[in-house]
């Protein structure tokens, strides 16, 4: 028992404070967007048209708004708190489909070679010709809106770059003698791309997603504030603030809160992805 | 020891019938077909049981594509390659995947042939779980069993490659090659990215190898110190093609190709002594673009011995006297 503690206090030890200190602000952000509903002082709909755009600890009929009020006189405190909710499940799943749609791709075309990899390849040129906002808004035109199209037309839309960079470090990895080994000891296709070739190009691909991480949050918050993300009176982070840009000269709070939690979240996200690639590598791992 | 002129069919290992191949060619910029690369050009060779065969030359003479061609990873033009009777050339995939059970690899840079996410336990297991010949705990003995035969150690296998030194890495691979204890061992230039004090303590171990599991070695190389110590046959190759086939004590003894030759005195002695007195044998010029191989005789532009008929008449693998097969107007 103690030395488990102990094990696990040396482990902890190693760790740069950097990244315990964005684990603790991503935690944080994680579980009261979790926990919104209990942690919320208010309701996050319920509207207070005397109190409009009212700055923070603005009191009330015995309510304190502690970041104040927006437009509509509703708590910004309770509707960040419910808004990091839907803008962190958004970026996440809408991270996953994307990777996993491009980086199999990537592998394949990089792999086989030939007809399939133009076909892929030339696709992922197409794709990345096209504004990334104007397919986002055609496919929900399209689709309409919700969260789980929201979802997946981020997905289905943002996946050319992780296929280019798996694709670029697949052809490096390809040529290695250690795949031509594992070609000779029997392996299939499959056995390779997902045993050999994928861990190995596990970094390159994880700095993109957290890239792509923060982005897919703009994103969100843009296809949001067109009115072709969330649907009001829900809210996330970006449809905050695409309505407080309105606001800005009277009411800089509906911006700077949600903003600021965004910045925090993309940033401790960034120094996490960081973090986990050299964690990942097992050079790095042991002295 | 070895009989290496003996025709019959039985007891060899490999049996390369006049490979030849070719890159490029077709397909290429806007249409136009690139240059042909001649890299193999038409070789037959034998290897029998236990022996081992080494494969001598510069960098770009196709050494490395005859051993692709041999395992199957590089499609030849023409030509047979057979290995203990069954043909690589024109195998399906599935036959493809059986053959490889009887021939195995070994690379040049040990850091680049071990995935270095895979644990070597993981990486030696590999061929017994892809074929299915053994799994769980008969996979763990047998893993640990390879370890020791390579002189690791079991609990070695948790390990990661980059836990190693370089001796010890290729080892690991020497243990994966084994592993489905193939008939023959393609080793290309096994030990030329190793330090010079571990080269003789892999090559003592291939040697051991050998002895318990009669194994047989292609042994790739251009460092003929180190052919010398362990071979039976020396081949040499020059732009595609063989130029000298012997013996070893006759090979190293009486090198009759001005090529070998050349190779030879290019071996620095060891006793300063024996190395001043040495006869150099100096080539003059570059290889030659394998895409652009030169007429008749492909070494006539850099041969000191070289006449009009060279450039004419391409010289065929003659037996001499002593045994040797030579490919030479002159010589």
Known sequence: ?287 | MSEPMKSSKTGHVLEIRDVAVHFGGRGGLLGKSGPVVKAVNGVDLDIARGETVALVGESGCGKSTLSNAIVGLQAPISGSVRISGDEVVGASRRELNDIRRKVQMIFQDPALSLDPRSTVGATIGEPLIVRGVAKGKALKERVATLLQQVGLRPEHADRYPHQFSGGQRQRVVIARALALEPDLLICDEPVSALDVSVRAQILNLLVALQKRTGVSYLFVSHDLGVVRHICDRVVVMYLGRFVEMADRDTFFANPKHPYTKALMSAVPEADPEVQRAKQRFILSGELPSPSNIPSGCAFHTRCPLATEICSRERPELTPRADGARVACHHA
């Open chain 1, 1 to 287: 028992m103690s030395t488990a503690v102990l094990a696990l206090s040396q482990r902890l030890r190693r760790v740069p404070l950097s990244v315990i200190v964005v684990s603790v602000i991503f935690l944080v952000i994680v579980l009261l967007a979790i926990f919104a509903p209990w942690v919320a002082p208010a309701d996050p709909n319920r509207q207070n048209l005397l109190g409009r755009l009212k700055p923070p600890g603005f009191e009330m009929r015995g309510i304190t708004y502690w970041l104040g009020t927006d437009d509509l006189g509703r708590d910004l405190l309770s509707r960040t708190l419910y808004g990091a909710g839907v803008s962190l499940s958004v970026a996440v799943l809408s991270v996953v489909v994307s990777s996993l749609v491009g980086v199999t791709l990537g592998m394949i075309a990089g792999w086989f070679r030939g007809e399939i990899e133009i076909l892929i390849m030339r696709l992922v040129d197409i794709m990345m010709s096209i504004p990334a906002i104007l397919l986002a808004v055609l496919t929900v035109a399209v689709l309409g809106p919700g969260f789980l199209k929201l979802v997946l037309v981020l997905g289905l839309t943002r996946w050319p770059r992780y296929t280019r960079v798996a694709y670029a470090q697949t052809l490096q990895v390809a040529n290695l003698p250690f795949i031509k080994a594992s070609e000779l000891a029997g392996a299939g296709a499959a056995r390779i791309l997902f045993h050999h070739i994928l861990p190995n190009i596990a970094g390159p691909v994880l700095i993109v997603a957290t890239a792509e991480f923060g982005l897919m949050i703009l994103m969100e918050a843009g296809l949001s504030f067109l009115g072709l993300g969330i649907q009001p009176p829900a809210s996330s982070w970006g449809s905050i603030m695409s309505v407080g840009r309105q606001y800005i000269e009277r009411a800089w709070w509906i911006v700077a809160f949600p903003g600021a939690c965004l910045f925090l979240l993309v940033f401790s996200v960034n120094v996490l992805g960081d973090w986990l690639r050299d964690q990942l590598d097992p050079r790095s791992r042991t002295r």
